[in-house]
């Protein structure tokens, strides 16, 4: 009973997630979007963790960096200073001013679903965080885009691949949930 | 600079969106793709709706700045499976999980950590990738309105109308347990 009401009052703190509907939210990444277009080009994220990961090797070992020939094309004369990076250097400043304006801040290391099946140990989270990190982004790389570059921009411009990309990205991850928290949650 | 000054002021407001409209909550993804809480799913609806009619509304009068990725048909799927178990298992995506770092969730901080480890690989993975698996049912940019031979509006604005109206018709928690 006592862990019920803990459940609870954790449960309360991520519920409070949406201050936007899924309209609301909906339009306005639209509109953003059709701003992107219009004046610069489609949204994209995941190509910017390969041009983060260039520069940063570049510094370290420029040798190595250059024998990349994906590195080298990539990230373009290994700066940051670009459109581009910049966009994605402003995702997590807009969502610090958003969380900061609505008080939504929150150090849990392991979230609710993820506890209800696999208990509150922080390490497996963790490991598991990583791994799952390594996928989506070597998946992104592999497929030449991720949510905001095939689902969002890919898609609104009708493009087969982002429509394949999307789908291939939607029945996998159904199918892991599925057998991930199969045995989670039986709030319903 | 200006375009610096863009840059920051577009990825500002889409990181605020995502963090306000929920799409970096870890239980949020996980219940849509367990198909519990269809809140995100009429989300991306929506903004697939709106996308598709407002960029090609700007292409009809020449404005939209398109670029459209290359279809490798092998090699889509393959990648599109990994993303999806990575997506399931964070509950982030690439971009939702830097939202998510400034929310000051840890899980998201080693998400992040554990895509550039990915992304480092993949770079250099890559000759071998391309060789082998992007050479597989290669068709270049290739678009649905391109394919067909007419304007992309055309198809555009049917499909963003259904987008929406399929975004406002879907319940928003889902049937299955």
């Not at chain 2, 250099?124 to 082998?132: A, G, I, S, T």
Request: aromatic share 10%.
């Amino acid at each position: 009973m006592k862990i019920d009401t803990l459940h609870r009052h954790e449960a309360g703190h991520e519920d409070k997630n949406p201050v936007l509907s899924w309209w609301a939210g909906g339009i306005g990444i639209g509109l953003v979007l059709i701003v992107a277009v219009g004046l610069v080009q489609p949204i994209g994220v995941s190509t910017q963790y390969v041009v983060l990961d260039g520069v940063l090797l570049h510094n370290v070992l420029p040798d190595v960096a250059s024998r990349s020939s994906y590195l080298v094309k990539t990230a373009q004369g290994w700066t940051l200073a670009t459109y581009e990076f910049f966009f994605v250097l402003g995702i997590p400043l807009g969502a610090l001013v958003a969380a900061m304006a609505t008080a939504r801040f929150t150090t849990r290391i392991v979230p609710i679903e993820w506890r209800r099946r696999f208990g509150s140990n922080p390490g497996s989270r963790l490991v598991w965080s990583f791994v799952g990190g390594f996928l989506l982004l070597f998946g992104a790389r592999f497929g030449g885009g991720c949510t905001s570059g095939h689902m969002i921009s890919g898609i609104s411009q009708l493009a087969i691949s982002s429509f394949i990309f999307s789908a291939a990205l939607f029945i996998s991850g159904i199918i892991t949930a599925r057998v991930l928290y199969r045995d989670g949650g039986s709030r319903c | 600079m200006l375009m610096l000054a863009l840059g920051l002021a577009l990825g500002g407001a889409f990181g605020a969106l995502l963090q306000l409209s929920g799409t970096s909550s870890h239980t949020k993804i996980v219940n849509a793709l367990r198909l519990k809480d269809l809140t995100i799913m009429k989300l991306i609806l929506m903004v697939i709706g709106v996308g598709l009619m407002g960029v090609h509304l700007l292409d009809l009068f020449g404005l939209a700045n398109m670029k459209v990725k290359e279809l490798y048909l092998l090699g889509i799927v393959i990648a599109g499976v990994i993303f999806g178990v990575g997506f399931a298992l964070t509950g982030y995506c690439p971009g939702t999980a830097l939202a998510a770092c400034a929310e000051g969730k840890p899980d998201a901080w080693v998400t992040v950590t554990g895509g550039l480890c990915g992304a480092l690989v993949f770079a250099f993975l890559f000759p071998e990738v391309e060789e082998h698996l992007l050479a597989v049912g290669r068709y270049g940019p290739v678009t649905i309105p391109g394919l067909v031979g007419i304007h992309g509006i055309w198809l555009a604005a049917p499909l963003g109308i259904v987008c929406v109206w399929l975004a406002t018709r879907l319940p928003m928690s889902g049937g299955a347990r």
